[in-house]
């Protein structure tokens, strides 16, 4: 049988894309807070001004970001692939592995539609309590719910937080939605 060579969707400026991706075989690709930090460090440095992040969620093996391609900017996976590098290289330094630390090429995916957007922010924030981490989304320090809610919080990556409050009319609509898993499904497949 012939495989078939997976065809990766094409990053557009002025559109928004689930991003995501796990470790190689599930793997740990965070094994503690300092991992965290340094990737979300690693995200403002290779990222900053070429997307706007509007929802983001590390946990120890995977992760999952929601942006936009910024309109006036020119974007390549080339900046994701960069970010992405840094990080396993200096990961497998760290913990003194070699090979692959993630699974394939990250995945994207493009969102077509405000409801779906909506439904993805729950779905990011709401990974936590999913894999049962957590059973308030305010005691998750890698997520940008704790950011959105909490104003006044350093944030470790520039967030829109405006514009993700604003699909849900305001910040108790925000709170609300996340209260309730009504909308939580399964959106990644892997």
């Known amino acids: 049988m012939k495989r078939t060579k997976m065809k990766l969707e094409t990053l557009e400026q002025g559109h928004y894309y689930h ?7 599930g793997e740990v690709i965070f094994k503690n807070d300092e991992n965290k930090r340094y990737f ?8 900053e001004g070429i997307v706007s992040v509007l929802a983001y969620c590390l946990l120890d093996n995977h992760y999952h970001f929601l942006v936009r391609i910024d309109e006036n900017k020119s974007i390549t996976t080339q900046k994701f692939s960069n970010l992405f590098n ?12 070699t090979g692959s630390l993630f699974e394939k090429h990250f995945r994207r995916k493009r969102i077509k539609d405000d409801t779906y957007l909506k439904n993805l922010i729950i779905y990011i924030h709401l990974n936590p309590i999913k894999h049962r981490l957590v059973s308030d989304l305010n005691d998750f320090k890698f997520s940008s719910y704790l950011f959105i809610t909490n104003p006044q919080l350093n944030v470790p990556v520039y967030l829109e937080i405006e514009e993700t409050v604003g699909y849900f009319d305001d910040l ?6 996340h209260r309730s898993d009504a909308t939580f499904g399964d959106e990644v497949n892997w």
């Not at 979300?40 to 990222?47: G, N, Q």
């Not at 840094?86 to 592995?97: D, G, Q, S, W």
């Open 19 to 25: 991003i995501y991706n796990r470790g190689n075989d």
């Open 40 to 47: 979300l460090s690693l995200v403002a440095k290779h990222l």
């Open 86 to 97: 840094a990080y396993a290289k200096a990961y497998n330094k760290r913990f003194n592995r």
């Open 172 to 177: 108790e609509n925000f709170k609300f939605v």
